[in-house]
DNA sequence: TTGTGTTTTATTGCCTCC
DNA sequence: GGAGGCAATAAAACACAA
């Protein structure tokens, strides 16, 4: 437990600043003090080592910085909040990045979608005309060869399925993202909406998402008109997991992850007319796969 | 100067682990 | 049961616009 707990009691800073807290013992005794510039370099130094605090190295740093082992103890205790909150920030920035990247894809399908639709009902018709008595037949279906007319219906009707379906899928994570987004910017709510938008896309089905242990480098998913195709997407390589917060200050936290290490999510959206987000750091530019990955 | 929002330091209560 | 971690929160310190 920590020492002292409920226990008000003075702070003390360093030896030079004995002075100064005499005044202080005097006149505020419980006054909250700022740690000085050098304290918390020396602090986050101690962080970017190891987030978590030995006893040993606990006693080691209060006596470096003549402060008391409870005050490290929770300076440590308020570095690892921040750094979680940051972290989840930062995380939360990306998927919605990569969220709307795949709303544009889903945006480009719905439009490819409609048009295969009516290539279909164009189709139909035409091959309608052709069975019907000659004089019907019109300079555009003379053009045709009944197989070929009959094999392209058949596979714009099967990407018409399959957008479908993955336009109903998508309704659902959009739902769940924006949920998540709402609870994100309320104070105080519990839990990493980062981590459960990723659940709900992960529980949205339709072969737009996996998961994989991060030893298997590959991942097959369902493709293809049929349903029954699988196209391979080779995993990786991942920058680093999640990166850790403060780039934009001491960069203190370079390499920690805040994800299980064997734990490993991508989310895959299957491609059939090459509509590819272009995101810099998760891009497969095969034109089949588009992935982000904890690991 | 003052009101207000943000950051930092510290406490409390609960939970898990050994 | 004690030690230590975390979430929630309080409160002082600080920043800054009006």
Redesign the pocket.
Known sequence: ?????????P?FTSPDDMLEEEYYDEQ?P??????TPE??HLLERSFEEEN????ERKTELARKLG??P??V??????R???W?TKTLERDFDRLKASFDALRADHDALLQDNHRLRSQVVTLTEKMQDKEAPEGSFGAAVDALEPEQAAAEAKASLANAEEHAAAAEAFEVVQQQLHVKDEERLS????GSAVLDARDALLGSGCGLAGVVDSSVDSYCFPGGAGGDEYHECVMGPVAGGIQSEEDDGAGSDEGCSYYPDDAAVFFAAAQGHGHHHTDDDDQQDDGQISYWMWN
């Open positions: 437990m920590e020492e002292g707990r409920g226990v008000k009691r702070f505020l419980e006054k909250k003090r700022r740690l304290q918390v978590k605090l030995e006893p402060l008391q409870r005050q103890a929770v300076w440590f205790q308020n690892r909040a921040r979680k104070p105080g709510s519990g």
